[in-house]
């Protein structure tokens, strides 16, 4: 069973910086791409992030400039370090793999942005 494990939530002042992990535990492959989703109270789950391949990253528009996406090809894991963070990033965050096709999600990590 493939498992991702997401860390580094927390709370934090707006305008201060986090820095989410996701780990694949087990996982001896290479996701083909991974990505970083998030879902505030009240909404539907976004895009975030992607990082594909070799390195090509795509962002959402409301974090451009603000956060990065990276990947450890030789570890299968993604990073999200996110800056300058505002109220509006307050959500739970969620990695993901895509491997042929399917998608494979972590479980979830909160990211509160409050002064």
């Known amino acids: 069973q493939v498992q991702l494990v997401a860390s580094g939530g927390g709370l934090v002042q707006p305008a201060g910086s986090l820095r989410l992990s996701c780990a694949t535990p087990?996982?001896?492959?290479?996701?083909?791409?991974m990505a970083w989703y998030r879902q505030a109270p009240g909404k539907q789950r976004e895009l975030v992030a992607t990082i594909i391949g070799g390195g090509i990253t795509n962002y959402a528009d409301s974090v451009k400039g603000r956060f990065t996406i990276s990947r450890d090809n030789a570890k299968n894991t993604v990073s999200l370090q996110m800056n300058t963070l505002q109220l509006e990033d307050t959500a739970v965050y969620y990695c993901n793999g895509r491997w042929y096709g399917t998608d494979y999600w972590g479980q979830g990590t909160q990211v509160t942005v409050s002064s």
């Open positions: 087990g996982f001896i492959f290479g996701f083909h791409s």
